[in-house]
């Protein structure tokens, strides 16, 4: 190799960098995915819907007829609460004992005790959110929900959450490959834990994966910029 | 940034506006990195839910609430648009008799006024010249002790209280008040008031304000009456007069008599230019009582205006049903008005096209200016012990010559009622803000037989922690408050509060009132209300001083007397006349001018006896070229020194008097200028005053939106004189010419389908191949999930009479900042004027009304001319200019055929708008949306009014109109929600329902069902520049020109 | 002299004019290492000027800071010109580039004689007014940082640039044009940057110049490629005159405005481009002619005919204007007629005449022989060209913009200090570089000079024996005077 070869691998270099960060930008990696901050409150979704069932409308009640999903009201927790006390005596849901949170609960709600109803110095519960698109994008959950888009589809098995974090990367690829290739009903299904055809055991994870459904079978939507960015 | 969201708007934490969620270029600003362009990186924030969610309310939808306008005395009726808690749009009621769902420009600021910065946050106490805040007790408590040292003193019988003027039970209400206080009645005070036409009309007709109706007329002649621009109920007449001139062939012609023409006078057929006080004389000609001739010298007439003349004599001649309205402000006023009235009862109009059977009971009980006058010498006699003010700023709306202030510091005890830092509070003892009348309890009567109501829309906006009630109250609730603190007048306010009042004197109670709010309106009569007393003889009118010019002084159409100044929207919203907005300007005749040597933004200084200011000179073809005219409105001041605002460090607790930081110091008052005198209606004599004008050598661009006045032959807006409508089509080529696309309107295939393509044959319907095929995102032809549509508008010009107000429902829609604030300029190096943006061609308002003259090129003075108002819009082109040349595809065609503007991918190159033939996208200049920068134009908490659909623009980005898409979007989720299509004429968008002309129509051209689908087959359509191949969405209607006057050319 | 064994076989290469027309005051080889090299050293002179240029810089470079911070307020934009001093300015370096290229590369097919001597310089220019011209699209974005979106680069997002706007065309020409003319440049550098490597003691520098000249022994294999490559370029660089300032000309030709909407567009801009380019030539290598006493390299004879094509380009670019008028006038469009009536006789004259002043009335001074050889008057010209064509770029963007289809949106616009801030900074910029250029690397190439030169006398001529370029040979030492 003489002196003056060596200098040939300048450009090399340059180009090596040049694609990394293409990829980089291809790869339409989230900061923020799987991030799952502590709450006020340590809410045990998994307790409120696999075991109670629960519906999801019960407390995100706006989620199929609006932009927003909803938050419960304070209230709405202590309308069943204000019975079920930090204090829980046996049951069918388990042996007798304390609940630090509720406490916690009944200390926002200002609840005196079992059965009182919410105190003056009541204050709502700061939650920390997760979920958050882009500033300037407009998701109607209201369309998604009536379209039939189980919530698993995009916030992952959050009936199995004791602690929620961020499931879907809720960038714009992300939305745009879905917009595309279409949602698939069963998939979605399957991916909130019913069984599409008899004996077919539920989807381990999250959403499915666009490969496993025919294309003919997938919905399909609008993905011009002005469907959601006005 | 905390990023608070559509969700956090459910907290009642004010702090955190749920609308800073979208100001999304602050998160992309330099800190986002080069590759990772995705802003979920940043801190997501907080969601605050509700303690207690609210009936009937779901998060991000919005809530609808009637209720009554307060911003002029016509009171009409409003829905006002809630979203979490907050009022974000006022628009009509469609229910309600009067506007009947249509709103100006004024009633749909009231949300700036709610939701002004400047508005008292507590109430004040003025103690040795500092004003600091005190509680709402501690207020209640100077108040009662006021009013007892009044009762001592002997000197209740002396208490002046002038009150905004208003029907409903209020000013009954504060009557019984006084009286139980043993004070006199209050004065209900309306400085626009045209006290002679009322006292004309009480006079002949019986009512203070009749129903004029346009549409049964056959012929209107207004003697400066300028009834679509603030004289009498505005939105009425204009809807009443638009759909007169929306009957083409029959509609009746309309000749406008007076020294300066107008926004009415502009959408007469013809001028007769007399000077101030010849209505007079024309109107004696036309009732036989001289010779017209005669009149044409006596009245100031140009010879060359004598057949004008002759032609309106003849039309009154054959005249059934005329509708003649005076407006005059002279110290003739009573006399032209009773003329007026004379020619009506001649001419078959009392019944017909005067209803006297339905007057506007809003124009009834006005105290008029004689009226305030006198209790003006009162207070300077010192017999006056307490004075109060609510809602009415006599110090500034009282000419400088009758010196309020002098006689008002001789009151022992001043009490404001005004929520605004206005010229009038500054010189009181102790302020007790009202709450705005969004949010508070009330009623009114504009019609007879019919009740408006009013309801809080929203909790106030400045809450306080007073123990009197959980929130500030109104004036009402302050008053029964005090009444209940006196064992003697305890017993006369049983009720709790107002709201209680209001319900016990409720037919029905409150099940009734419940029944009625959702509808805002009610059948029934309050009680009648006193007739206001008899007015004195005229002043002297010798105090008019001499001069070579006369100067006539008129009301603003958007400031009003004054008190629409401090709203951002009506400064920057130009004038209809003159597109001059954030000043004060001198209306000349360019004859005049010249020879005088006045150039365009000269400032000149206007001496009359009384006074004289400086402003900037406007040449205009419609004044008298004996005459300068300067509005009404501007010129507030505060009496202390007032330090420049600075938006930068501004202490929340400081005072911004002289009416708020958006109106301090902004033009002159030109009240300053006029004599004390009023007319035999009671009225202030404002055209009478002389003048002289001397340039002072200064000049200034004018802060005006106007470019060039005329339309050079391009067909822009375009007329058709009455004969011509019922022409062929086709035929000769001349037809061809003043009637382009109508023989066969070859946009009409392009109009029908989302993309022009189609027009040139090369897109088809959809097939299984174009459909299967994924041309990726940008594909127009791509309809994949959605039904083929063309959004698109027709604009009848025979209907707009440019008004203005679907500007404003523009801004207060999509969020449109007003950039005309003297600090809205750059730091460095920047003269920080009023109006300097706009001076700059900077404005950003997406549709504009253009104003073109046509006829009398050489601007000579006699020579008819005629204007033409086109609203002109992003026209969301078939084949868009814009659309090929952004790099970055910020701008493309979506499958629905919207030219669609994508704030966050636009990098501001700014091609696009140098290829719009139609000039219609805007540029962030600065960083108007972006909080915490000087530039920014929604302060808080102006910025809860923004509308949490549509995104606040941040610096360098390219706006324009987008067909209200947010409402597009909104009326598609509601149709997949029910599982159904959108209806025709299902919604529309902002302008078009903001429109008191109903001008405007909204809808999708590819379905026949649309009303808009129909509209564009009509012969009078056309595009601006079809020649341009644009194939744009947006059809117009042509004016309709009724006395063929030789300034119609064809084409131009 | 005798020409046996030269180190060209075949006696003296075509088409190179003699030396004793071309170069008569040059004796011999080590006369124009000595002299060109010596031009190297810096100089008090030379840390002034380049001070001054660093001063410019900075005050751009601030204006432009303060531009991001405020926004594109702080500029004088007035609506409807919504381009301004950025777009003019850009335009006008992108031309200024253009005759550099022309000199080094379509007259060096041509083995056009005079552009011996000065075309090093010009390629320099190009290269740096490229530079500078690119600088320019990015600082009138209103969102700046956003520029890569300009770039096709693969994305989950699936957006990419708009392949049909001009402006994307314009990002590729203006990289194209300065990896093409960068290349040039070096390439023809090589044989040069040995000499020096040759001549150089300190060792970091000499390191330095020996990676730079890429081991150059000035061996005949060398010599064959290195032509063989420098002519391969030309022949590449050449199109690149035409198309750059064609795409150029694209962004106002492919737009509807009245005035820009004309398919005259990319002859006339690049016969604008040329003219301008040799305007620029003049206002730098007069100068420096001077002030590095080349006046025996840079003979009059090379003015001359750089003059005469200074000529002959001012004459098309006045047909173009003429053209323009013509279309306008006979297109019957009563949008395009207004317009160019405004250019000439509306707000906008004083701009317009004093491009078609300076443009198309005073270079005819050039018919005289006299001033062409003047090199103080083709100075003082120069100048005004360059006045001239900053003009012709601000009367075809400003005018058109302010006067387009709509009157009522009829405007006017007026620059403020952020405008000039950056305008100077662009020169502080291009003159940065240039002057850092000119004390570090041979202002004329050397070895093409000397290919000019008689041959030198004869001495024994092998592969071993390492003949440095213009490196004397010492058995040649004592024989040459």
């Known amino acids: 190799m003489t002196k003056r070869r060596k200098w040939t691998a300048i450009p090399g270099l340059l180009a090596l960098a040049a694609g990394a960060v293409m990829l980089s930008a291809y790869s339409g990696?989230?900061?923020?995915?799987?991030?799952?901050?502590?709450?006020?409150?340590?809410?045990?979704?998994?307790?409120?819907?696999?075991?109670?069932?629960?519906?999801?409308?019960?407390?995100?009640?706006?989620?199929?007829?609006?932009?927003?999903?909803?938050?419960?009201?304070?209230?709405?927790?202590?309308?069943?609460?204000?019975?079920?006390?930090?204090?829980?005596?046996?049951?069918?849901?388990?042996?007798?004992?304390?609940s630090a949170e509720l406490a916690k609960l009944y200390k926002f709600a200002d609840v005196a005790g079992v059965g009182a109803g919410m105190g003056p110095n009541a204050k709502p519960i700061p939650w920390v959110r997760i979920h958050k698109v882009p500033e300037y994008v407009h998701f109607p959950h209201t369309r998604h929900v009536n379209a039939g888009v189980t919530c698993q589809t995009c916030h992952g098995q959050i009936q199995k959450m004791d602690r929620v974090y961020q499931f879907a990367s809720l960038n714009m690829g992300w939305c745009v490959s879905c917009h595309v290739n279409g949602y698939s009903a069963k998939e979605g299904l399957e991916a909130a834990g019913y069984e599409t055809v008899p004996g077919s055991t539920p989807a381990a994870q999250g959403a499915a994966t666009p490969a496993a459904v025919p294309a003919a079978d997938r919905k399909k939507a609008r993905y011009d910029c002005a469907n959601c960015h006005y | 940034?905390?990023?608070?969201?559509?969700?956090?708007?459910?907290?009642?934490?004010?702090?955190?506006?749920?609308?800073?969620?979208?100001?999304?270029?602050?998160?992309?600003?330099?800190?986002?990195?080069?590759?990772?362009?995705?802003?979920?990186?940043?801190?997501?924030?907080?969601?605050?839910?509700?303690?207690?969610?609210?009936?009937?309310?779901?998060?991000?939808?919005?809530?609808?609430?009637?209720?009554?306008?307060?911003?002029?005395?016509?009171?009409?009726?409003?829905?006002?648009?809630?979203?979490?808690?907050?009022?974000?749009?006022?628009?009509?009621?469609?229910?309600?008799?009067?506007?009947?769902?249509?709103?100006?420009?004024?009633?749909?600021?009231?949300?700036?006024?709610?939701?002004?910065?400047?508005?008292?946050?507590?109430?004040?106490?003025?103690?040795?010249?500092?004003?600091?805040?005190?509680?709402?007790?501690?207020?209640?408590?100077?108040?009662?002790?006021?009013?007892?040292?009044?009762?001592?003193?002997?000197?209740?019988?002396?208490?002046?209280?002038?009150?905004?003027?208003?029907?409903?039970?209020?000013?009954?209400?504060?009557?019984?008040?006084?009286?139980?206080?043993?004070?006199?009645?209050?004065?209900?005070?309306?400085?626009?008031?045209?006290?002679?036409?009322?006292?004309?009309?009480?006079?002949?007709?019986?009512?203070?304000?009749?129903?004029?109706?346009?549409?049964?007329?056959?012929?209107?002649?207004?003697?400066?009456?300028?009834?679509?621009?603030?004289?009498?109920?505005?939105?009425?007449?204009?809807?009443?007069?638009?759909?007169?001139?929306?009957?083409?062939?029959?509609?009746?012609?309309?000749?406008?008599?007076?020294?300066?023409?107008?926004?009415?006078?502009?959408?007469?057929?013809?001028?007769?230019?007399?000077?101030?006080?010849?209505?007079?004389?024309?109107?004696?000609?036309?009732?036989?009582?001289?010779?017209?001739?005669?009149?044409?010298?006596?009245?100031?007439?140009?010879?060359?205006?004598?057949?004008?003349?002759?032609?309106?004599?003849?039309?009154?001649?054959?005249?059934?049903?005329?509708?003649?309205?005076?407006?005059?402000?002279?110290?003739?006023?009573?006399?032209?008005?009773?003329?007026?009235?004379?020619?009506?009862?001649?001419?078959?109009?009392?019944?017909?096209?005067?209803?006297?059977?339905?007057?506007?009971?809003?124009?009834?009980?006005?105290?008029?200016?004689?009226?305030?006058?006198?209790?003006?010498?009162?207070?300077?006699?010192?017999?006056?012990?307490?004075?109060?003010?609510?809602?009415?700023?006599?110090?500034?709306?009282?000419?400088?010559?009758?010196?309020f202030a002098d006689a008002f510091s001789k009151v022992g005890f001043k009490v404001s009622f005004t929520s605004f830092p206005d010229e009038t509070s500054e010189l009181c003892d102790l302020i007790i803000p009202d709450l705005h009348s969004l949010e508070s309890w009330g009623d009114a009567e504009p019609i007879r037989g019919t009740i408006g109501l009013m309801q809080p829309t929203m909790d106030p906006v400045f809450k306080t922690n007073s123990r009197i009630t959980v929130m500030a109250p109104s004036t009402a609730d302050v008053l029964i408050q005090v009444a209940k603190k006196d064992a003697a007048t305890a017993p006369k306010f049983p009720a709790a509060d107002y709201r209680s009042m209001l319900i016990a004197a409720f037919p029905g109670g409150a099940a009734g009132l419940d029944a009625a709010l959702p509808k805002g309106i009610v059948a029934g009569n309050l009680p009648n209300r006193a007739p206001r007393a008899a007015a004195p003889g005229k002043s002297t009118a010798g105090a008019m001083g001499t001069g070579d010019l006369t100067l006539i002084t008129y009301v603003s159409p958007l400031l009003g007397d004054g008190r629409g100044a401090n709203k951002p929207w009506l400064q920057e919203l130009p004038d209809p006349v003159t597109k001059i907005c954030w000043s004060t300007w001198v209306e000349i005749h360019p004859e005049t001018a010249v020879r005088l040597g006045i150039d365009r933004g000269d400032i000149l200084e206007v001496k009359t006896a009384a006074g004289s200011v400086k402003a900037p000179a406007f040449p205009y073809l419609g004044v008298h070229k004996d005459t300068i005219a300067i509005p009404i409105g501007q010129g507030h001041r505060s009496k202390g020194a007032t330090p420049t605002f600075n938006p930068m460090h501004q202490d929340k607790n400081q005072v911004q008097w002289g009416y708020g930081r958006y109106s301090r110091n902004l033009g002159v008052n030109v009240l300053d200028l006029i004599p004390v005198g009023t007319d035999a209606g009671g009225g202030l004599i404002l055209t009478a005053t002389k003048a002289s004008v001397t340039k002072t050598g200064d000049h200034e661009t004018l802060p005006s939106t106007e470019g060039s006045a005329r339309q050079h032959g391009r067909g822009i807006a375009q007329a058709i004189n009455v004969e011509d409508l019922n022409r062929p089509a086709g035929g000769d080529e001349k037809a061809e010419e003043s009637l382009p696309g109508d023989a066969s309107h070859a946009f009409l295939p392009g109009l029908r389908s989302p993309v022009a393509a189609d027009a040139q044959g090369d897109f088809g319907a959809p097939t299984a191949e174009n459909h299967g095929k994924d041309k990726g995102l940008y594909d127009p032809n791509d309809i994949r999930g959605m039904a083929k549509r063309r959004w698109a508008m027709t604009v009848d010009l025979a209907r707009c009479t440019g008004c203005s107000a679907c500007v404003t429902a523009c801004n207060a829609e999509n969020n449109i900042p007003t950039v005309g604030a003297y600090w809205q300029n750059a730091t460095i190096w920047a003269d920080q004027v009023p109006g300097r943006n706009i001076a700059r061609g900077r404005e950003m308002n997406w549709i504009r009304l253009e104003r073109y003259f046509e006829g009398?090129?050489?601007?000579?003075?006699?020579?008819?001319?005629?204007?033409?108002?086109?609203?002109?819009?992003?026209?969301?082109?078939g084949n868009a200019p814009c659309e090929p040349v952004c790099p970055v595809y910020a701008t493309y065609h979506s499958p629905d055929g919207l030219n669609v503007q994508v704030y966050n991918r636009c990098v501001g190159t700014?091609?696009?708008?140098?290829?719009?033939?139609?000039?219609?996208?805007?540029?962030?200049?600065?960083?108007?949306?972006?909080?915490?920068?000087?530039?920014?134009?929604?302060?808080?908490?102006?910025?809860?009014?923004?509308?949490?659909?549509?995104?606040?623009?941040?610096?360098?980005?390219?706006?324009?109109?987008?067909?209200?898409?947010?409402?597009?979007?909104?009326?598609?989720?509601?149709?997949?929600?029910?599982?159904?299509?959108?209806?025709?004429?299902?919604?529309?968008?902002?302008?078009?329902?903001?429109?008191?002309?109903?001008?405007?129509?909204?809808?999708?051209?590819?379905?026949?069902?649309?009303?808009?689908?129909?509209?564009?087959?009509?012969?009078?359509?056309?595009?601006?520049?079809?020649?341009?191949?644009t194939y744009t969405a947006v059809v117009y209607l042509k004016k309709v020109n009724h006395l063929a006057s030789a300034v119609t050319a064809p084409r131009a | 002299m005798a020409t046996s064994a030269s180190p060209f076989p075949g006696g003296q290469r075509p088409n190179i004019p003699s030396a004793a027309v071309k170069f008569p005051a040059i004796k011999d080889y080590e006369q124009v290492d000595r002299e060109i090299a010596g031009t190297l050293g810096p100089s008090l002179g030379w840390f002034a000027a380049l001070g001054i240029a660093i001063l410019c810089l900075l005050v751009g470079g601030s204006c432009w800071t303060y531009q991001v911070y405020e926004g594109l307020g702080a500029a004088g934009y007035q609506p409807p010109v919504m381009w301004g001093v950025y777009i003019v300015t850009f335009v006008f370096w992108i031309g200024i580039g253009h005759a550099g290229t022309l000199i080094s590369a379509s007259l060096y097919l041509f083995r056009a004689g005079f552009r011996t001597s000065i075309y090093r310089v010009s390629e320099a220019m190009t290269v740096f007014a490229v530079m500078t011209a690119g600088l320019f699209p990015i600082l009138h974005l209103g969102r700046p940082w956003k520029f890569f979106w300009l770039i096709p680069y693969p994305n989950w997002r699936l957006i990419w640039p708009n392949p049909k706007s001009p402006l994307v065309w314009d990002v590729f020409a203006i990289l194209t044009y300065l990896t093409i003319s960068s290349t040039f440049l070096y390439i023809g550098l090589i044989p040069d940057i040995a000499i020096l490597r040759d001549r150089e003691t300190n060792p970091m520098r000499k390191s330095i110049l020996a990676m730079l000249s890429l081991g150059w022994r000035n061996s005949d294999r060398e010599w064959r490629h290195f032509t063989r490559a420098y002519l391969f370029l030309a022949a590449f660089a050449t199109p690149l005159v035409l198309s750059v300032h064609s795409v150029v000309s694209f962004d106002f030709a492919m737009a509807l405005t009245p005035g820009w909407h004309a398919t005259i567009f990319p002859p006339y801009f690049v016969a604008g481009a040329i003219f301008s380019g040799?305007?620029?030539?003049?206002?730098?290598?007069?100068?420096?002619?001077?002030?590095?006493?080349?006046?025996?390299?840079?003979?009059?004879?090379?003015?001359?005919?750089?003059?005469?094509?200074?000529?002959?380009?001012?004459?098309?670019?006045?047909?173009?204007?003429?053209?323009?008028?013509?279309?306008?006038?006979?297109?019957?469009?009563?949008?395009?007629?207004?317009?160019?009536?405004?250019?000439?006789?509306?707000?906008?004259?004083?701009?317009?005449?004093?491009?078609?002043?300076?443009?198309?009335?005073?270079?005819?001074?050039?018919?005289?022989?006299?001033?062409?050889?003047?090199?103080?008057?083709?100075?003082?010209?120069?100048?005004?060209?360059?006045?001239?064509?900053?003009?012709?770029?601000?009367?075809?963007?400003?005018?058109?913009?302010?006067?387009?289809?709509?009157?009522?949106?009829?405007?006017?616009?007026?620059?403020?200090?952020?405008?000039?801030?950056?305008?100077?900074?662009?020169?502080?910029?291009?003159?940065?570089?240039?002057?850092?250029?000119?004390?570090?690397?041979?202002?004329?190439?050397?070895?093409?000079?000397?290919?000019?030169?008689?041959?030198?006398?004869?001495?024994?001529?092998?592969?071993?024996?390492?003949?440095?370029?213009?490196?004397?040979?010492p058995s040649y030492e004592g024989g040459a005077h």
């Open chain 1, 29 to 98: 990696a989230s900061t923020s995915q799987k991030s799952s901050p502590v709450q006020p409150i340590a809410f045990p979704h998994p307790v409120h819907v696999q075991k109670l069932g629960m519906n999801c409308l019960y407390c995100h009640n706006a989620a199929n007829k609006s932009m927003d999903p909803g938050l419960p009201a304070v209230s709405t927790c202590i309308g069943c609460h204000n019975l079920i006390g930090p204090d829980r005596p046996a049951s069918d849901l388990g042996p007798a004992r304390k």
């Open chain 2, 1 to 403: 940034m905390t990023a608070p969201t559509a969700i956090t708007n459910m907290t009642q934490d004010i702090k955190k506006p749920g609308v800073k969620r979208r100001e999304f270029l602050k998160v992309l600003g330099l800190s986002t990195t080069a590759i990772a362009a995705t802003a979920c990186s940043e801190d997501a924030g907080h969601l605050i839910p509700y303690l207690v969610s609210p009936d009937q309310t779901v998060p991000g939808v919005s809530t609808y609430y009637a209720s009554t306008c307060r911003e002029c005395s016509a009171a009409c009726g409003l829905i006002v648009e809630t979203r979490d808690g907050r009022a974000i749009k006022i628009e009509g009621n469609p229910d309600h008799p009067l506007n009947h769902g249509a709103l100006c420009a004024r009633g749909q600021s009231a949300l700036q006024g709610l939701y002004n910065p400047d508005r008292f946050r507590m109430p004040m106490v003025n103690e040795g010249g500092t004003w600091k805040a005190i509680t709402w007790e501690d207020a209640l408590n100077r108040l009662s002790a006021g009013l007892a040292s009044a009762k001592t003193s002997g000197k209740a019988g002396g208490t002046v209280f002038m009150n905004q003027h208003e029907s409903g039970t209020f000013p009954r209400f504060l009557d019984t008040w006084l009286g139980s206080l043993g004070m006199p009645a209050h004065l209900s005070v309306d400085f626009e008031a045209d006290s002679a036409a009322i006292e004309a009309n009480q006079r002949s007709y019986g009512v203070a304000w009749p129903f004029l109706s346009f549409k049964d007329a056959d012929l209107i002649v207004s003697f400066s009456a300028d009834f679509l621009d603030g004289w009498g109920a505005n939105v009425p007449q204009q809807l009443d007069f638009a759909d007169a001139r929306a009957k083409l062939g029959d509609a009746p012609a309309f000749v406008y008599v007076g020294p300066r023409r107008s926004l009415t006078g502009l959408n007469a057929d013809s001028w007769i230019a007399c000077k101030p006080g010849g209505e007079l004389v024309v109107a004696n000609a036309l009732l036989g009582k001289g010779s017209v001739d005669q009149a044409v010298t006596d009245a100031g007439l140009d010879p060359k205006n004598a057949a004008a003349l002759k032609k309106l004599a003849t039309l009154v001649a054959a005249s059934k049903h005329i509708l003649a309205v005076s407006g005059v402000r002279g110290d003739n006023a009573l006399d032209v008005a009773l003329a007026a009235a004379e020619l009506n009862k001649a001419h078959g109009a009392v019944g017909t096209t005067i209803k006297p059977a339905q007057p506007l009971l809003g124009f009834e009980g006005i105290a008029h200016t004689d009226q305030v006058l006198a209790a003006v010498e009162k207070m300077r006699s010192g017999a006056v012990g307490v004075a109060f003010v609510r809602g009415v700023n006599p110090a500034h709306a009282l000419p400088k010559a009758a010196n």
């Open chain 2, 856 to 877: 009398n090129p050489d601007a000579k003075f006699g020579e008819d001319f005629e204007a033409r108002f086109i609203p002109m819009m992003c026209q969301h082109c």
């Open chain 2, 910 to 1029: 700014r091609y696009c708008s140098n290829n719009c033939p139609y000039k219609v996208r805007y540029f962030n200049w600065f960083g108007y949306g972006e909080e915490g920068r000087k530039q920014y134009a929604f302060p808080e908490p102006l910025n809860w009014q923004l509308n949490p659909d549509v995104t606040v623009r941040g610096k360098g980005v390219m706006e324009k109109c987008s067909f209200c898409v947010q409402r597009i979007r909104e009326a598609e989720n509601r149709a997949a929600l029910e599982h159904r299509d959108v209806q025709p004429d299902e919604f529309t968008v902002a302008c078009a329902q903001g429109c008191p002309s109903r001008a405007i129509t909204f809808g999708d051209a590819a379905d026949p069902n649309w009303t808009v689908a129909q509209q564009i087959g009509d012969k009078r359509a056309y595009h601006v520049f079809e020649e341009l191949n």
């Open chain 3, 278 to 473: 040799i305007g620029m030539v003049f206002t730098i290598t007069i100068p420096l002619r001077k002030a590095f006493h080349l006046e025996h390299y840079i003979t009059l004879n090379d003015l001359d005919a750089a003059a005469k094509l200074c000529l002959f380009t001012s004459t098309v670019v006045g047909l173009a204007y003429l053209t323009e008028f013509q279309v306008a006038w006979m297109s019957g469009n009563h949008f395009e007629q207004d317009y160019f009536w405004n250019r000439v006789f509306g707000q906008w004259a004083w701009a317009a005449w004093i491009m078609l002043i300076c443009n198309c009335v005073l270079p005819l001074s050039l018919w005289s022989q006299k001033l062409r050889r003047n090199p103080n008057w083709l100075f003082i010209l120069s100048l005004f060209i360059n006045l001239g064509m900053w003009f012709e770029r601000f009367v075809i963007v400003v005018p058109s913009l302010s006067h387009e289809f709509e009157p009522w949106q009829w405007g006017a616009y007026q620059p403020t200090f952020v405008d000039y801030g950056i305008l100077l900074g662009s020169f502080g910029w291009f003159f940065m570089w240039f002057l850092l250029f000119i004390k570090q690397l041979p202002v004329m190439a050397m070895a093409e000079i000397k290919e000019a030169l008689p041959p030198r006398m004869a001495h024994p001529f092998d592969d071993e024996h390492d003949l440095t370029a213009g490196g004397v040979d």
